[in-house]
């Protein structure tokens, strides 16, 4: 009896010493903080500026004037890269550190602006002040800094920073709104290409969105008829491993011939969009790579449920189709999901190469600036691809989350 005692009272004794041991610093934390301190030191150490005299000219490296509200720009900056570090010391707070990591990239962007405005002060109209290699740098370890919290808050989202999307993008909407960011070349050209701009993010978002459909479309019926025929599945997910080998260039080369003589046997297709060159041979070439992640996705999605429930739907006197309805969609729906957040971003960075077949779509930004050695040009087209699939990749991540299971969400 008295050993028993001996014995709840030393448990009692570790219990209590527990609750007073310091919460063990999530592993995420040092990438974080290395991440955050890197970020910081950056514009310091590689610039914040460069300065051409015209658009065509190499841009040199200038000093950023530190007096006044580019100052104080630059001291928010670092003093939300130093929140960043402090901040994911603890797992409870890594979303509060993710959501510091964004007000940093803000606080770096308006510093960039307004040291651009001052900069520019009585020098030519033609003269072009852009961000420094130390910037795009420092935005970049930001932006992983910010994922090595995400990863550390929630398993379930894949690393994706919601949370510091969900603020550095409105953060930079305000910024380009009030005109801080206007004096920066990037945003000259954009406003000088605004008409060109907008029809190629539509027509990048329409090849992405048609690729993604004709993948659904060939994807989503093979993969439920392959559930239950083993040939089947290896034959589709054979095809669709295959399809990965080759270079997306080559694709839609191979596509071209065989539909410009489709269009040249049936003329009237010319009137729907179909052709050897076009947005044809680049959403069909698109979709032959969707095909694998939602191929995957499905199956593992369909697979889900488990044998014991799928007997019991079966005895209850449930069909194929009414257990596929009310068991096997709903149980894996985040699987499917996560397949499809697979496919939805490759599609996005694979419409930049419709270009190269006349599609159109913010690829045509980029290979112009390639030909005309514009930097500022090329960052047109790229900063707006990457945008896009770090918002579809953070939306439906979301959604992913949300179709999780109480106890695995973030």
Avoid at 101 to 109: F, G, S
Avoid at 153 to 182: C, H, K, N, Q, Y
Avoid at 271 to 298: D, E, F, S, V
Avoid at 367 to 392: E, H, M, R, T, Y
């Amino acid at each position: 009896m008295a050993q028993a005692h001996s014995q709840q009272r030393s448990w009692a004794q570790n219990r209590a010493l527990g609750a007073l041991a310091p919460s063990p610093v999530p592993r995420e934390a040092t990438a974080a903080a290395l991440l955050a301190a890197l970020a910081a030191a950056l514009p310091f150490m590689l610039g914040w500026l460069s300065l051409a005299a015209n658009r065509l000219v190499s841009p040199k490296p200038v000093g950023l004037p530190l007096q006044g509200t580019t100052g104080v720009g630059a001291a928010c900056f670092v003093l939300g890269c130093l929140g960043v570090a402090l901040l994911a010391r603890r797992r409870a707070l890594l979303p509060w550190a993710e959501a510091m990591a964004a007000l940093a990239l803000v606080a770096l962007l308006a510093t960039v602006g307004l040291g651009a405005g001052a900069v520019l002060e009585g020098a030519s109209s033609l003269a072009r002040a852009a961000p420094a290699a130390g910037v795009w740098l420092s935005a970049l370890a930001l932006l992983l800094a910010a994922g090595c919290c995400a990863a550390g808050r929630d398993e379930t989202s894949g690393a994706t920073p919601t949370r510091f999307l969900a603020i550095a993008v409105p953060g930079i909407a305000v910024l380009v709104l009030m005109g801080v960011l206007d004096p920066l070349s990037l945003l000259r050209e954009a406003a000088a290409r605004g008409p060109e701009l907008r029809m190629a993010i539509l027509r990048h978002l329409a090849i992405s969105a048609g690729a993604l459909a004709l993948a659904a479309a060939v994807a989503v019926p093979l993969s439920i008829t392959a559930l239950r025929r083993p040939r089947l599945e290896g034959a589709l997910m054979g095809m669709a491993n295959g399809l990965q080998v080759v270079p997306s260039i080559a694709l839609f080369g191979l596509l071209m011939a065989p539909l410009a003589a489709l269009a040249t046997l049936w003329p009237a297709l010319r009137g729907w969009g179909i052709g050897g060159i076009g947005a044809a041979p680049a959403i069909i070439g698109i979709a032959a790579y969707l095909l694998l992640p939602l191929a995957a996705g499905m199956l593992a999605g369909l697979r889900q449920a488990p044998p014991d429930v799928l007997d019991a739907a079966r005895g209850q006197g449930m069909g194929e189709g009414a257990i596929l309805r009310h068991i096997r969609i709903p149980l894996g729906a985040g699987a499917m999901l996560g397949g499809l957040r697979t496919a939805a971003v490759q599609a996005v960075g694979l419409a930049t190469l419709a270009a190269l077949v006349g599609a159109g779509g913010l690829g045509t930004l980029v290979f112009q600036g390639i030909g005309q050695l514009a930097a500022d040009l090329i960052l047109l087209g790229v900063l707006p691809v990457v945008g896009l699939s770090l918002c579809v990749d953070a939306a439906l991540a979301a959604a992913q989350r949300a179709l999780a299971p109480a106890g695995q969400r973030g």
